[in-house]
């Protein structure tokens, strides 16, 4: 637990909260970016928004290459050109 930042935040009037730089260093997020807040029971888990993307999106796709036949980076190149090559001869 040695990379574990505590900070302690107000909440202000309209449930608004200021995020530290640490955590904002931390996080990977700077002005305009967005977080991912994530409740199970009486935690918040914060996350980088795009992260948090990313990481729904492998969930979803898990196992999807294998439906596809695609095994290995010459079956995902040889699809890649495939789809090029239909595009560039529409």
């Not at 196992?63 to 595009?87: C, H, N, P, Q, Y």
Request: with cysteine.
């Amino acid at each position: 637990m040695n990379n574990m930042l505590v900070k302690n935040l107000k909440v202000m009037a309209k449930g608004q909260i200021t995020l530290p730089k640490e955590i904002r260093e931390a996080l990977g997020v700077g002005v305009g970016g967005h977080v991912t807040l994530i409740c199970r029971g009486n935690q918040v888990i914060m996350m980088n928004a795009l992260i948090y993307a990313m990481n729904m999106l492998q969930e979803a796709m898990k196992g999807e290459f294998e439906k596809a036949g695609l095994m290995s980076e010459d079956d995902v190149m040889d699809l890649v050109k495939e789809v090029r090559s239909e595009i560039e001869g529409l």
